[in-house]
């Protein structure tokens, strides 16, 4: 029998250890998790033939159609569906909506003719069947299997020979020649690679839901998203019925799309207009808030960012707080407003939010972060109807941004009739052309303070 040892794990980036540590050197953090493991006789992820020697030149291509979940959203997210053979991780806070918007997929999948194991470790099978009866959906053709053991598993799919497998969740399989328990360091890390290895090999696409802990990153070890094709997160309030799906990782895809649902009684709703979505509760005539038209991967969207400028009566520190923005780049507008435009923010609370749970990293919000502080520091509205676009230096400039022409075209769909942007991006004859056209207005500015005076009622 071959002999127990006992092993520390770092349950962050993965380090392993066979004495204790106060710390894990690695990442320096309390993360160190001790493990009972029994030795397997061989490791599954050195099994296979070897490899030959090839010239790149000489691989013939793969050209694969992508398999297409029937979900625009999430197709939209992994590029344009799923490719085959991709191993894709799917995480998010519990209750969010993970198995449903995978339910709801396996059985688009289904609907196209393709066949589909679903995998559930949490669930019974009847607990699954009232689920889908709950949604409303018909699984008639989708094959299901209640099962936590990894190579009953395996052999269920090596039987099956489906197209498309989802496993939920990970943290629920393991494998017994292992030891340790379900979700341990060990245990992610082998079974991910064997269904790596289990993908690859017979070319079936693998989605897989993954825990996420109270910091909001997936449970078990970093290098769990270094081995999947694909890390998706899904994202918003459990009790509110916003849902955003972003890419943290695709090989095979852009890292910048977003997928937008709604959380309804009969499941996971696409949304097919955003920006109206984002607008409907924006109030007509109230200081602080500006609209701003913003690129997410290919989809341009209008987003309400709102700023509140307060006295601080607490005596200490002012408070800086950015929710769906970077903290570091709103602490640089705000002092740009104090050193150019001679705000005194200096003893304020500052407050900033981005509508409707969207996280914008591009520069080009600067502008309307800035006006909506200084919106709401003055206690005057800025123009209705009006969008405002421009990354902000911190000279006080009004720098250019790109896809302008994508952006103007969305406000103009959703009603805008003006819109006060860089004046480095009127270069172009195509942008005067499109404003005698469309009659929108397009009032360019160069500076910051220029632009404050314009945009106030």
């Excluded at 979940?69 to 590029?79: H, Y």
């Excluded at 009969?266 to 602080?288: D, I, K």
């Excluded at 602490?331 to 050193?339: T, Y």
Aim: hydrophobic share 40%.
């Amino acid at each position: 029998m071959a002999k127990i040892r006992t092993v520390f794990n770092c349950h962050e980036c993965g380090y392993k250890t066979y004495k204790w540590a106060g710390y894990c050197p690695v990442c320096k953090g309390d993360t160190l998790v001790e493990e009972q493991v029994v030795p397997a006789d061989k490791s599954p992820r050195l099994a296979g033939e070897g490899g030959e020697l090839t010239l790149l030149e000489q691989i013939p291509s793969l050209e694969q159609e992508r398999l297409l979940t029937g979900i625009k959203e999430l197709d939209r997210v992994l590029g344009g569906g799923t490719v085959p053979g991709s191993v894709v991780l799917v995480g998010g806070d519990p209750g969010i909506g993970k198995s449903t918007l995978l339910l709801q997929a396996a059985l688009g999948f289904v609907s196209s003719g393709l066949q589909v194991i679903y995998v559930t470790g949490e669930e019974s099978l009847a607990q699954l069947k009232m689920r889908a009866a709950r949604l409303g959906l018909n699984g008639q053709s989708l094959l299901v299997l209640a099962d936590t053991e990894y190579s009953r598993i395996e052999s269920k799919i090596t039987e099956g020979r489906p197209q498309v497998v989802v496993i939920d969740s990970i943290q629920t399989v393991m494998k017994k020649e292992l030891g340790g328990v379900p979700g341990s360091v060990i245990q992610l890390r082998e079974v991910t690679a064997s269904l790596v290895q289990l993908a690859k090999s017979k070319q079936i696409t693998f989605f897989i839901i993954g825990h996420v802990t109270k910091e909001g990153v997936l449970a078990g070890p970093r290098i769990l998203e270094h081995m999947v094709d694909c890390v998706l997160n899904f994202e918003g309030d459990r009790y509110q019925s916003f849902r955003i799906l972003r890419a943290a990782k695709n090989r095979f895809g852009s890292t910048s799309e977003l997928g937008i649902f709604t959380m309804e009684a009969e499941g996971l709703t696409e949304v097919q207009n955003p920006s109206a979505l984002f607008l409907s509760e924006r109030p007509a005539f109230s200081p602080g808030s500006a609209v701003v038209p913003v690129m997410e991967g290919s989809r341009p969207l209008l987003v309400e960012v709102q700023g509140l400028v307060s006295p601080s009566y607490s005596g200490g520190i002012p408070r800086r707080t950015a929710t769906g923005l970077d903290i570091n780049r709103a602490s640089l507008l705000i002092a740009v407003l104090e050193k150019r435009v001679g705000l005194p923010l200096t003893s304020c609370d500052i407050f900033i939010n981005v509508v409707g749970g969207v996280k914008i990293m591009e520069p080009a919000v600067d502008l309307a972060v800035a006006l909506a502080l200084a919106s709401s520091y003055r206690d005057k509205p800025l123009k209705t109807r009006t969008m405002f676009v421009g990354e902000v230096g911190l000279t006080g400039e009004v720098r250019p941004v790109g896809r302008l022409a994508e952006r103007l075209q969305e406000g103009l769909k959703m009603g805008y009739t003006c819109c006060i942007l860089p004046r480095g991006n009127l270069r172009s004859q195509f942008f005067r052309e499109q404003q005698a056209k469309n009659n929108l207005e397009l009032v360019p500015v160069s500076s910051l303070a220029e632009a404050l005076d314009l945009a106030m009622e």
